[in-house]
């Protein structure tokens, strides 16, 4: 445990290195972040422990989670910060925030895509009510500065499969009558709500629309390419790819990731919409014989398995806008993002 947690502060220390005046902005600030004992909010967690430790920055955080109290106990080197506050509840009933609170960002969301189809419904609600909910919240404030709105790169639908990367201009089409579509389509609607929150009352609104991670505090029970690859991979393998892996996706350092969210919380512009995460494509079938290379003996990779006709497809966002507006960078290439992530599994496994 030790060991993989001075892994994830080396990687929280070297991602903000250079950085802290971007960031100057949040200096001494209250920031609420829902969904905090996410993979994302555990970051952003990690990234202002060094904030506070290295930089003097002496900000506090409140951490609203439905599991907030069990996460602080698994996780005590954050669980003890004095200046975490642990709230816990279920965002569709959020009411307040804490009145100093003057920077916000809403990571609250049910994004586990089996959920999809045996809780639709809740998926449905917790992205668009509960966006609606902290919404209203953030209007009662009074000074509020920032306020950052997950989305998602899903939102966009479809991509041409002759094109290699999407803009934040970029729309595709969803299937809205396929109960699949429910967390694409929540999560745009809940733009569009907070769109209305900005014609309203001139709430500083950033949203961003992540795409794909790796790194710590990811489990590997999560249906999701990257983590099934290297969780069959811990297993001996074989690797499994449904269709030929000819799919593409791109993969960010979770470390990068956060650091990006900070930075749309200090210097995003209100009203923009930012995508986060790599523009370096990559094909499943690349990435499992990537991954296999952290272990030996070799775990095989087998294509075509499970559902026949699996359609190949491809999600790989343009991010100029936020490398310009942000002066963020991608520090961390796909390969040493791989290794940095298999090494910390290996750590918590023993």
């Keep these: 445990m030790n060991r993989a947690i001075a892994l994830v502060h080396a990687d929280a220390t070297a991602v903000l290195a250079g950085q802290a005046d971007r960031l100057a902005a949040l200096r001494g600030q209250h920031v609420f972040i829902s969904g905090g004992t996410g993979i994302l909010g555990t970051w952003l967690l990690e990234l202002i422990k060094v904030l506070n430790e290295a930089h003097g920055f002496e900000m506090k955080a409140t951490v609203f989670s439905r599991n907030a109290r069990h996460f602080a106990q698994c996780w005590p080197h954050l669980g003890n910060l004095a200046w975490i506050h642990w709230q816990e509840g279920d965002i569709r009933y959020l009411t307040e925030l804490p009145r100093d609170v003057r920077y916000i960002i809403h990571a609250a969301a049910l994004t586990d895509r089996r959920l999809f189809a045996s809780q639709p419904g809740a998926v449905g609600e917790i992205n668009s009510l509960g966006t609606l909910r902290i919404l209203r919240a953030a209007n009662l404030l009074e000074d509020v500065q920032k306020f950052v709105l997950m989305s998602s790169g899903l939102v966009y639908g479809a991509q041409p499969w002759e094109l290699p990367r999407i803009d934040e201009k970029f729309a595709g089409p969803l299937r809205s009558n396929d109960v699949g579509a429910v967390y ?17 009352t001139k709430l500083p609104v950033v949203t961003l629309r992540p795409f794909a991670f790796v790194g710590p505090y990811q489990s590997l029970q999560l249906p999701w390419a990257v983590t099934d690859f290297i969780r069959d991979s811990f297993n001996g393998g074989p690797i499994r790819i449904m269709g030929d892996g000819v799919t593409v996706r791109s993969i960010m350092y979770v470390s990068d990731y956060a650091h990006w969210v900070l930075a749309a919380l200090a210097a995003g512009r209100p009203g923009e919409t930012y995508n986060v995460g790599s523009a370096e494509p990559v094909d499943l079938l690349t990435l499992a014989n990537a991954i296999t290379r952290f272990f030996a003996p070799v775990p095989e990779v087998r294509t075509r398995v499970g559902q026949a006709g699996h359609d190949r497809n491809r999600l790989v966002p343009d991010t100029a806008k936020a490398q310009r507006d942000l002066g963020v960078s991608q520090t961390v290439p796909l390969e040493a993002a791989l290794q940095k992530s298999i090494e910390w599994h290996r750590c918590m496994q023993g």
Aim: glycine fraction near 0%; charged fraction near 30%.
């Design 184 to 200: 694409p389509e929540s999560k745009r609607f809940a733009e569009v709500l907070a769109q209305c929150a900005v014609s309203e």
